[in-house]
């Protein structure tokens, strides 16, 4: 008897935490509304970060390109970019200088991806929007009922979720991402230091084993130039 009271307590608990799941989602995506503008806002002024971006999306594309089964992740910085998920150094470079010269070519399709980081902003930025949308117009419409507004919580998630990956896309294409790289060059490619990836711990080691980064030059007056002793020099 003892076991089925706490079998249907903690089954009670367990819909309880699914029904109050999507109201946390929705109010913790409103308080992204006070971080990720102005992430936005800081990204779309570093063209020198947007352009790593774009060589970065860039590049994993041509490293799918070549093996389809294989997954990588990349983040971007002010001095290049890392990939994770790789076997070699020579296979981030070679792709790293076919991608630049195929953006250069055109290809600017290769500088969006819809797996890019950029996504879940988008998803959290418009379930902000449309959780506060759908809220205020059913006070409006006099929708004041528990349910009818857990209902308008719901349609709020579920319309930011049709819409997360183009609005992601469009993200990328005005804001995260910059595909002129015709002052770019793709510099040198070394091993990831784990400090650089999670501290000098035990994730920090094993994520740097499996990770580079690429350090790419930028010789337009605004670029800052990464040079091999690890100063900067803004030119």
């Known amino acids: 008897m003892t076991l089925f009271v706490v079998f ?12 109050i799941l999507p109201v946390l989602y929705s109010l913790r995506a409103v308080g992204s509304l006070f971080v990720y503008p102005k992430q936005l806002r800081s990204m779309f002024g570093n063209r020198i970060l947007r352009r790593n971006h774009a060589l970065e999306h860039a590049t994993i594309a041509v490293m799918m390109e070549r093996e389809p089964h294989r997954r990588f992740n990349g983040f ?51 379930a902000a929007l449309f959780f506060l949308a759908f809220i205020g117009g059913g006070l409006y419409l006099g929708l004041t009922s528990g349910w009818d507004l857990y209902l308008l919580i719901l349609a709020s998630i579920a319309a930011s979720f049709l819409l997360r990956v183009p609005a992601s896309l469009f993200l990328q294409r005005f804001v995260t991402t910059d595909q002129d790289l015709s002052n770019a060059e793709v510099g040198w490619v070394e091993p990831a230091r784990p400090q650089e990836l999670g501290g000098g711990g035990l994730v920090g080691v094993l994520l740097a084993a499996s990770t580079v980064q690429v350090r790419v030059f930028h010789t337009d007056p605004d670029a800052v130039e990464v040079i091999p002793d690890d100063s900067t020099v803004l030119r």
């Open 76 to 126: 971007s910085t002010d001095d290049g970019f890392f990939v994770q998920g790789v076997r070699s150094m020579e296979e981030v470079e070679s792709a790293a200088r076919e991608a630049l010269r195929r953006l250069r070519a055109g290809e600017r399709k290769l500088a969006i991806h819809r797996n890019c980081g950029t996504t879940i902003v988008a998803a959290n930025l418009l």
């Open 8 to 19: 249907v307590f903690l089954a009670v608990m367990f819909v309880a935490f699914l029904l």
